[in-house]
């Protein structure tokens, strides 16, 4: 069965940071385009970043630049967003989704999804 599966998802107070992990199961991660998503409660889903099959290109929204950083290890199958001086307007349920194509203006068509995991940026 494929999966993808987030992880790392947690309480935490403003300025301060979190690893999103994806990981996924039944297939591998390195002939996909990997994207994370984000809805927060009475909103529609937004991109947050996508990064390429190879990791060699990677975008984000405006508002997470220079905050947000996507990575991934292909040998692991795991894609990673580590979100560093997260703010009240952070919180949302986060999503990695696969697809089978970059864009540079951002993940979409995205074949797989995860479940996601809970980001609450409070004091």
């Known amino acids: 069965q494929l999966q993808l599966v987030e992880s790392g998802g947690g309480l935490v107070q403003p300025g301060g940071s979190l690893r999103l992990s994806c990981a996924a199961s039944g297939f591998t991660l390195k002939y996909y385009a990997i994207g994370w998503f984000r809805q927060a409660p009475g909103k529609e889903r937004e991109g947050v970043s996508c990064?390429?099959?190879?990791?060699?290109?990677?975008n984000y929204a405006d508002s997470v630049k220079g905050r947000f950083t996507i990575s991934r290890d292909n040998a692991k199958n795991t894609v990673y967003l580590q979100m560093n001086n997260l703010k009240p307007e952070d919180t949302a349920v986060y999503y990695c989704a696969a697809g089978f194509d970059y864009f540079d203006d951002g993940c979409r068509g995205m074949n797989y999804w995860g479940k996601g995991t809970l980001v609450t940026v409070s004091s």
């Open positions: 990064i390429s099959s190879s990791g060699g290109s990677t």
